[in-house]
């Protein structure tokens, strides 16, 4: 039985050990895990927000950060309509390597893919290298929203994930409406929104399903 109205697919980008796998585990079930692991290939989790008394399913995908998985990624960004770039705040090493993560996600998505910077474990303050103004400043130079959060205690997980699903709708909405006054165009209650198919419809006129 169908429980959503629209299903959007966000991926989750960052080095190993920046805590994205946890950033989805704690979004999705409220769960954190101490001990884990580097992910190997390929995890995605769901969870549904209301927006607009439309229900929004997220499908958050988590893959491998280090370089021996990055043949996997063609398969990883297709369809993707969101994108969350994490850092760890205590590393400013993986705040350096988001310039390449943001280079791979643009070469390989579409350009209105929504896109936040986070920073995670801001829990650890004290162990901080990375201040809030100098990835405040990467994110107005890139175009992309950002937000400081931490994992272990909660803080901006849901605000980070609910920003980005949001301003997807949003960004759907619009191009329904810049498309013109024929509704058809508005895609289907329970379609899972593929942006390379809202802009083919764009280009042809078709409506979606």
Known sequence: MMTYDYL?????????????????????RNEFNMDSKSTIGVEFATRSIKVDDILIKGQIW??????????????????????????????????????????????????????MLVGNKSDLNHLRQVTPEEARSLAE??????METSALDCSNVENAFNHVL????????????????????????????????LLDNQKTGCCSG
């Open 141 to 146: 130079k890139e175009g992309l929203y950002f």
């Open 8 to 28: 959007f697919k966000v991926v989750l980008l960052g080095d190993s050990g920046a805590g994205k796998s946890n950033l989805l585990l704690r979004f999705a």
């Open 166 to 197: 949001t301003h997807i709708y949003k960004v759907i909405s619009k191009k329904v409406l810049e498309h013109g006054d024929n509704m058809t165009t508005m895609p289907k209650k329970g379609q899972t929104i593929q942006v390379n198919e």
């Open 62 to 115: 988590d893959t491998a950060g280090q370089e021996r998985y990055r043949a996997i990624t063609n398969a990883y960004y297709r369809g993707a309509l969101g994108a969350l770039l994490v850092y760890d705040i205590t590393r400013h090493e993986s705040f350096m390597n988001i310039d390449k993560w943001l280079k791979e996600l643009r070469d390989q998505s579409e350009p209105s893919i929504v896109l």
